[in-house]
């Protein structure tokens, strides 16, 4: 049976609709992965040729909300030219907002998708009735029928590994449907791939209100956070590389490495140190910081921590986020990872409608108390449908921007989110001066041009000079950095300004 997956996202880092496109594969299924990131739905026309000359009997498509309205517009023309083909959606946006999708396709898979996918294909293909299939949400008499969700995988080793250059992948140019090669990935993906993803966990310790993990454990009621053995991980990690002879460093998305107990991270790190030789970055959360493993970590090849502080305000943290962790606890964790002598990204949440004055200001004051160098990875707060925030602001009546098109990278231009942009670079004795000052008639023409130093040179010598620190002070690799970097920061800063 032939199927056809596609997503709209931006570049080639899709690794749930890999993970869906390697499953069905070692089931002898023949899939294809489209990647259609041309904003012209003329361009789609590509696609419905592909269908048709391919023999394509089921399309599916992998949905984040940010790509809700160009699914959309793909999806009315796919279904008056193949009404016979069934289109199934799957994906966050999929779990948290099954009607909206069903408003536009047939069949729609809810939360963790390989076993789901595969029972539905094998049900279509062998003609037998899905209705009551567990994971899915359909139509029926103009009703919704939202059946309960697939009990979750725990072994998640069994699951084949997503290649970041699979076969059967495609990408839309130039009005055609192409084979992707290394050329075509290499200038599709972030950092030119030299950074390839890899996740080892699935689940969150965590249930921030914001996340779309809230939205995962409502529906699934236990969702734990499962691992993988260190063997799977080393073999995925072992192959990654030799496919991929320029990975500069690997980077492992799960949304907190450090999850796994003592013996896993000495294990791992034993394994990595005497088989890998490329350095890694991981996320975790301040709770799970401790000197002993991040010292582990770091001798095996360790060179970056990305750290969620979200907001300085405790009462922010845990009465609107649910994040149940105190600002002193973070800064703890950031002279950890200081002492260590690894790089650090740190995550804070702005333009936050929860917030006052006074919340924002305890936010600046903590990020001064961070030991430098460091950067900042500064978010504009989304209320994505599903999540318990986005619950409690429809319950308050508050007003906020549809998060289908919201863009969380775009920062309101305010001046206090200007100082805490400025704070990893501008000494706290000259921003602490601006906060004093901020209301006087002159200081906002003055912050925007310390805000422009700031960016234009500052901000770029500063992160230069964390990387450098971050392999270890090799000059080759960072400069080589600058090329794969410089590109995704560009055309971000791009994206951010449309």
Partial sequence: MNIAIISFQDNLDIIGAKYIHA???SHNYKSHLILQCDPDCSSDAAIFEFIADNKIEIVGISLMSCEFFRACQF???????FKAI???????????????????GDIVVRGEGEHTILELVRCIEEHRDFSELA??????????KSNPPRLLEIDIDKFPFPKHLPKYMYVVRKKKVLGVNKDIFRSLSRYGGAFPNIITTRGCPFSCTYCCN???????????VRKRSVTSVISEILEIISEHKDCLALNIQDDCFLTYNNDWIYEFSRQYHSKVHVPFVIRTTPRHINRENLTLLKESGLMMVMLGLQSGSDRVNQEVFKRHVTTDTFLNATRIIKSAG??????????????????????LKVILHIPKP???QLFSLCFYQGTELH??????????????VDNYGQLTSTTLNKLICMTPTIPASIIEYFIRHRNSIFMPRVINIFMLFNTVILKPVSFLRLMHRAFGSKLLKTIRLIKYFGKTAIFTKLKNWE
Avoid: W
């Avoid at 994971?135 to 919704?144: D, E, P």
């Avoid at 809230?214 to 734990?224: D, I, N």
């Fill in 391 to 404: 619950k409690r602001a429809i319950k308050d009546g508050l007003s906020f921007k549809d998060p289908r």
């Fill in 135 to 144: 994971g899915i949400c359909l139509k029926q008499n103009n009703q919704l």
């Fill in 75 to 81: 999806a009315k023309e796919f279904k008056s030219r």
């Fill in 23 to 25: 499953f069905l594969m």
């Fill in 214 to 224: 809230s939205a995962l454990k409502e529906l699934y009621v236990h969702y734990p």
């Fill in 374 to 376: 460091f950067q900042l």
């Fill in 86 to 104: 069934p289109l199934v959606f799957g994906g966050i946006h999929a779990t948290i907002a099954p009607d909206e999708c069903l408003s536009v």
């Fill in 342 to 363: 690894v790089a650090a990204y740190y995550d804070v949440i702005l333009d936050n409608p929860y917030e006052t004055e006074e919340d924002v200001l305890k936010t």
